[in-house]
């Protein structure tokens, strides 16, 4: 079965750190890139950051950028999200996604396969 | 950065009606434009990819139009389980963009 799994939200103070991790199972893992996006409470859908299928590439948005830094590994079939410099602003549920393209060739795509997010709650 | 506005943000309808979603790019983002399904406590899920591509396995009676600024979400013939929250989103370039979402509710 194709899928996604979250684990490593949590509360936590403002200021600390929090890992993320993705957990990918029932696909070719590795020829595929990776989004986190993530939800305030009651709010819309916000994308984090990505990372392409084989690592080298990466991409945030400004709210994290310099915060929070997103990795894989391809043997664990897993990805990350390490999250410093927390905020309450910080405070979401995160998904992970797949691009819907596989492979070298692609571009930015839709996400077709979510995690069912884990919740992420930033305070003292 | 492309700003991505639906509407309505909210729309109340009956089981068998046909309703229309709207979301306009703020520039164009040809037809780089996802349609998401999200019920409460649920991830989202994807129903149509550039534009009006189908997803696998969802409904026909979902569709989508549009290229350019101006995308529509249709379904034909509302079903219980449509009841849900919808949201476009832009993957024309980074950062990618989603609208603020429509609330489909039961009239």
């Known amino acids: 079965q194709v899928q996604l799994v979250e684990s490593g939200g949590g509360v936590v103070q403002p200021g600390r750190s929090l890992r993320l991790s993705c957990a990918a199972s029932?696909?070719?893992?590795?020829?595929?890139?990776i989004y986190w996006v993530r939800q305030a409470p009651g709010k819309g859908l916000e994308w984090v950051a990505v990372i392409s299928y084989h690592g080298y590439n990466n991409n945030y948005a400004a709210s994290v950028k310099g915060r929070f830094t997103i990795s894989r590994d391809n043997f664990r079939d897993t990805v990350y999200l390490q999250m410093s410099s927390l905020r309450a602003e910080d405070t979401a549920v995160y998904y992970c996604a797949r691009d819907r393209c596989s492979g070298g060739s692609c571009q930015l795509n839709s996400f077709d396969i979510w995690g069912q997010g884990t919740m992420v709650t930033v305070s003292s | 950065d492309i700003q991505m506005t639906q509407s309505p943000s909210t729309l109340s309808a009956s089981v068998g009606d046909r309703v229309t979603i709207t979301c306009r790019a703020s520039?164009?983002?040809?037809?780089?434009l996802a349609w998401y399904q999200q019920k409460a406590g649920k991830a989202p899920s994807l129903l149509i990819y550039k534009a009006s591509s189908l997803e696998n396995g969802v409904p026909s009676r979902f569709s989508g139009s549009g290229s350019g600024t101006e995308f529509t979400l249709t379904i034909s013939s509302l079903q219980p389980d449509d009841f849900a929250t919808y949201y476009c989103?832009?993957?024309?370039?980074?950062?990618?963009?989603f609208g603020q979402g429509t609330k489909l509710e039961i009239k």
């Open positions: 520039q164009s983002i040809s037809s780089w």
């Open positions: 029932g696909f070719a893992f590795s020829d595929y890139a």
């Open positions: 989103q832009q993957y024309n370039a980074y950062p990618v963009s």
